[in-house]
Nanobody, 126 residues
């Protein structure tokens, strides 16, 4: 069972930055692709960013491309989401997720992720 714990959320003004972290308990973390998703009130969960097992391949939603950066430290079993130039529309609960298996291949589809954290709130004020 993979356990994921997010941290780093909070309240920030538009234009500001936050760095989310997601710590994994799984010893196979370094073999798994990881993703970040978010869900705003009244909206469906949406893909934000994903990273393959090595960190050499990343993919982003168009809405965050150029502003957000996903990275990972396999020695620390942690994946990060650096968020810059934040906008009010980035306000949401952010979830990290680990893929179902250990393919290590990046995916934008939530159904490919079997393990989810509890979420961390990000609020961007205008």
């Amino acid at each position: 069972q993979v356990q994921l714990v997010e941290s780093g959320g909070g309240l920030v003004q538009a234009g500001g930055s936050l760095r989310l972290s997601c710590a994994a308990s799984d010893r196979t973390f370094s073999s798994r692709a990881m993703g970040w998703f978010r869900q705003a009130p009244g909206k469906e969960r949406e893909f934000v960013a994903a990273i393959n097992w090595s960190g050499g391949n990343t993919v982003y939603a168009d809405s965050v491309k150029g502003r957000f950066t996903i990275s990972r430290d396999n020695a620390k079993n942690t994946v990060y989401l650096q968020m810059n130039s934040l906008k009010p529309e980035d306000t949401a609960v952010y979830y990290c997720a680990a893929e179902f298996g250990t393919t290590g291949i990046v995916s934008v589809y939530s159904r490919r992720y079997a393990y989810w954290g509890q979420g961390t709130q990000v609020t961007v004020s205008s």
